[in-house]
Nanobody
Framework: QVQLVESGGGSVQAGGSLRLSCTAS????????MGWYRQAPGKQRELVAT???????NYADSVKDRFTIFRENIKNTVWMQMNSLKPEDTAVYYCNAVQFLANKQYWGQGTQVTVSS
């Protein structure tokens, strides 16, 4: 079982920045993909960004050039820097991890991000 602990959410005005972190309870070299998803009220959960074990990244079109995801293996942590935030970025953000072992998937508890106009 892998626990994912998120932090860094909060409230910010449009144009501001936040940095989310997700720390795993295991060495993340055992994790194939780590990423962030978000879910706004009344909407489905959607992918925001992912990073693979070799550093490859993938972003939703809506956040490209504004968000940056990166892994810090020595701290078992994935970060996501969010710049130029928009009200439509308001959502609960969830950390996700997929292990190499049997592709087991885990979720964090979620952290709220609120962007006011």
């Amino acid at each position: 079982q892998v626990q994912l602990v998120e932090s860094g959410g909060g409230s910010v005005q449009a144009g501001g920045s936040l940095r989310l972190s997700c720390t795993a309870s295991i060495n993340i070299v055992a994790i194939k993909i780590m990423g962030w998803y978000r879910q706004a009220p009344g909407k489905q959960r959607e992918l925001v960004a992912t990073v693979t074990s070799n550093g490859g990244t993938n972003y939703a079109d809506s956040v490209k050039d504004r968000f940056t995801i990166f892994r810090e293996n020595i701290k078992n942590t994935v970060w996501m820097q969010m710049n130029s935030l928009k009200p439509e970025d308001t959502a609960v953000y969830y950390c996700n991890a997929v292990q190499f072992l049997a592709n087991k998937q885990y979720w964090g508890q979620g952290t709220q991000v609120t962007v006011s106009s």
